[in-house]
């Protein structure tokens, strides 16, 4: 059974930092890109960062540049997004993904940042 389980949302003020992380299971980790998507209520969900299967290339949206990073430990199945100098319009549902073949998705984690 496949899942992708994300973990670490929570309330954070301005200007503060937080660490999502994403346990994966039921496939093999490895062979997949990663990705973190955020959502806003009422807009469509929008991918944030995307890292390679072997972890040595990522990418990132404009909004994340500088500020987010996201890595992997294929040892442990996890992919982890830090984010830091957070700010008000980063509060959404952050999203873990899984693409190779097929595509998965978690079940997503609330980040909201507000003073």
């Known amino acids: 059974q496949v899942q992708l389980v994300e973990s670490g949302g929570g309330l954070v003020q301005p200007g503060g930092s937080l660490r999502l992380s994403c346990a994966a299971s039921?496939?093999?980790?490895?062979?997949?890109?990663m990705s973190w998507y955020r959502q806003v209520a009422g807009k469509e969900r929008e991918m944030v960062t995307q890292?390679?299967?072997?972890?040595?290339?990522?990418n990132y949206a404009e909004s994340a540049k500088g500020r987010f990073t996201i890595s992997r430990d294929n040892g442990k199945n996890t992919v982890y997004l830090q984010m830091n100098s957070l700010k008000p319009e980063d509060t959404a549902v952050y999203y873990c993904?899984?693409?190779?073949?097929?595509?998965?998705w978690g079940q997503g984690t609330q980040l909201t940042v507000s003073s």
């Open positions: 993904n899984a693409q190779r073949y097929v595509t998965y």
């Open positions: 039921g496939f093999t980790f490895s062979s997949y890109v």
């Open positions: 890292i390679s299967k072997a972890g040595d290339s990522t």
